[in-house]
């Protein structure tokens, strides 16, 4: 099936610095990317919906400039937690739909953000 | 945001024992999904569903869309100890692409 990857796998940054965190398509093109947050014994919350070539959509209570999502490329698309707090410790994952049928999400392994 | 209520929360059974657990929603899909999540990993499609009343098996797992659109069954039968994880049902609206996720239900096997 379709793999998508994500790097770094595990972060740990200090309280205040920025974080950046990369999701590709390995053998596909994605023409939308999903990026979640997952924080421990909880479900995967959706952050924002990101296009190609397009600004992200974000859902309510997602604050954009701190979670800054690029995507330049139909194969990658980034997630720059800026300044970053404690609070923003968590698994972020991200997904891909190759805009075949709405099912095909395939998802990232996920990354470990720690603020220290 | 809405999240898919799942029950249970969490279950202990012995190896080789089905399973069954159900996802439930205030709202209407038109899509129903069921993955599986690993520590430390995303999760794993294992199923999809796409018309009401539909049932769909993928190996020892057989997954039901409900009538009402409103709510979906997982089965797992003869579980094994690669079983363990937690499984989350995703709907998707008509139309749309958001997943919206349940709360989750975590299968632990006793062997």
């Known amino acids: 099936g379709a793999v998508v990857s994500q790097h770094p796998s595990w972060v740990i940054c200090k309280s205040g610095t920025s974080v950046k965190i990369e999701c590709r398509s390995l053998d596909f093109q994605a023409t939308t990317m999903f990026w979640y947050r997952q924080f421990p014994k909880q479900s995967l919350m959706l952050m924002a919906t990101s296009n190609e ?7 309510q209570g997602v604050e954009k400039d701190k979670f800054l999502i ?3 490329s139909l194969t990658l698309s980034t997630l720059t937690v800026t300044s ?4 923003d410790s968590s698994f972020y994952i991200c997904s891909a739909d190759s805009g075949g049928a709405s099912y095909e999400q395939y998802f990232g392994p996920g990354t470990r953000l720690t603020v220290t | 945001g809405q999240q898919l209520n799942q029950s249970p929360q969490s279950m202990f059974i ?3 024992e ?4 159900n996802c439930t929603s205030s709202s209407i899909f038109n899509t129903w999904l069921w993955y599986k999540q690993d520590p430390g990993e995303g999760p794993v499609l294992l199923i999809a569903l796409y018309k009401a009343g539909e049932l769909t098996s993928n190996g020892r797992l057989t997954a039901q869309f409900g009538i009402t659109r409103k709510d979906s069954f997982l089965n797992i039968s003869a579980s ?3 079983d363990v994880g937690i499984y989350f049902c995703a709907g998707l609206p008509g139309g749309g692409n958001k997943l919206t996720f349940g709360t989750g239900t975590q299968l632990k096997v006793e062997l």
């Open chain 2, 18 to 21: 089905d399973v069954s657990m």
């Open chain 2, 80 to 82: 094994i100890p690669s």
């Open chain 2, 14 to 16: 012995q190896e080789g």
């Open chain 1, 70 to 72: 690029n995507h330049a």
């Open chain 1, 84 to 87: 970053a707090h404690p609070e």
């Open chain 1, 53 to 59: 070539g397009s600004k992200a959509t974000y859902e």
